[in-house]
């Protein structure tokens, strides 16, 4: 009985997308701390983001349980039989309403918001990644997930606008990035999302024109555009984003494509969230 229960769980943190699901919830209590969010009402928030992960995670993996058993996908649990899609779905409404109990305590800004952020990506898994507005749930979600930091505080308010533009942009390159290693599985399997429609090499140049459009706002928005209030360090972020987005373009016209080009633009909106971190003082405006 102990042991089954144990299974079960395994395979349900296998199947949240364990790497982006710790990265989002780390990103959230990045964001809180720097905003000053007290330590109390971080713990909550990152609660509430983990199982809100969970739930996009474990779904997503119920949901395509059958394209990926069509396509041989070894790595995932459902697809091996590891747990029963039943289970998932169990594990993945439990997570949800967990993220909402948690958020309760921070108030009804924060409730609404976050309940809008998961439905958005729940949205996505529930068909919107199979159509050419497979972009705008990635867009929305991330351009709010900045406020969720700003309305888990004390005194709660959105983010500033420039926070706005660029957790979206962040949120829409991720989305042309991640998709690009399983372009050829997702399409033997019906999947034909704005990415696939546009191709890899398309996908991967627009991925790194938005990343710099992002690490432009969070390097400008601080300071409301006076480029002499704009710190060093500021401005370093902002060149590794350039840098790293003018290789990946590079490597594009030499012909590459894939999983380099993941790692590549990957990295560069990971940079872009360190600089969202960096700058969290001034997310409220």
């Known amino acids: 009985m102990i042991g089954a229960a144990v299974r079960a769980v395994g395979g349900l943190w296998r199947?949240?997308?364990?790497?982006?699901?710790?990265?989002?919830?780390?990103?959230?209590a990045a964001l809180a701390l720097a905003s000053g969010v007290s330590p109390g009402r971080t713990a909550l928030l990152v609660a509430s983001v983990f199982a809100g992960q969970l739930s996009v995670g474990i779904s997503n993996d119920a949901l395509d349980a059958r394209r990926d058993r069509a396509v041989g996908r070894t790595d995932k649990p459902l697809a091996r039989g590891?747990?029963?899609?039943?289970t998932a779905w169990v594990g993945a409404a439990v997570s949800f309403?967990?993220?909402l109990a948690f958020a309760v305590p921070l108030g009804a800004g924060l409730l609404l918001a976050h309940a809008a952020f998961l439905s958005s990506a729940w949205a996505y898994n529930l068909g919107v990644k199979a159509t050419r507005l497979s972009v705008v749930p990635y867009i929305f979600s991330f351009g709010l997930f900045p406020s969720l930091a700003t309305l888990s505080a004390a005194e709660p308010q959105f983010a500033?606008?420039?926070?706005?533009?660029?957790?979206?942009?962040?949120?829409?390159?991720?989305?042309?990035?991640?998709?690009?290693?399983?372009?050829?599985?997702?399409?033997?399997?019906?999947i034909h999302g704005l990415p696939h429609r546009m191709g890899g090499r398309l996908s991967a140049r627009i991925a790194a024109a938005t990343v710099?459009?992002?690490?432009?706002?969070?390097?400008?928005?601080?300071?409301?555009?006076?480029?002499?209030?704009?710190?060093f360090l500021a401005?370093?972020?902002?060149?590794?984003?350039?840098?790293?987005?003018?290789?990946?373009?590079?490597?594009?016209?030499?012909?590459?494509?894939?999983?380099?080009?993941?790692?590549?633009?990957?990295?560069?909106?990971?940079?872009?969230?360190?600089?969202?971190?960096?700058?969290?003082?001034?997310?409220?405006?």
């Open 235 to 285: 401005w370093l972020f902002f060149g590794v984003v350039v840098i790293v987005a003018a290789v990946t373009v590079g490597l594009v016209r030499s012909g590459r494509s894939g999983r380099s080009l993941f790692r590549l633009v990957m990295f560069a909106a990971l940079v872009l969230a360190a600089q969202l971190v960096a700058a969290g003082g001034s997310l409220s405006g």
């Open 160 to 190: 500033a606008p420039w926070a706005w533009v660029a957790g979206a942009a962040l949120g829409a390159a991720l989305h042309l990035t991640n998709v690009l290693p399983d372009l050829d599985d997702d399409a033997r399997t019906g």
């Open 15 to 28: 199947s949240s997308h364990p790497g982006p699901t710790l990265v989002v919830t780390t990103l959230s």
């Open 97 to 99: 309403g967990a993220a």
């Open 82 to 86: 590891d747990i029963s899609v039943r």
């Open 212 to 231: 710099v459009v992002g690490g432009l706002a969070a390097t400008l928005g601080p300071s409301q555009g006076h480029l002499a209030e704009v710190s």
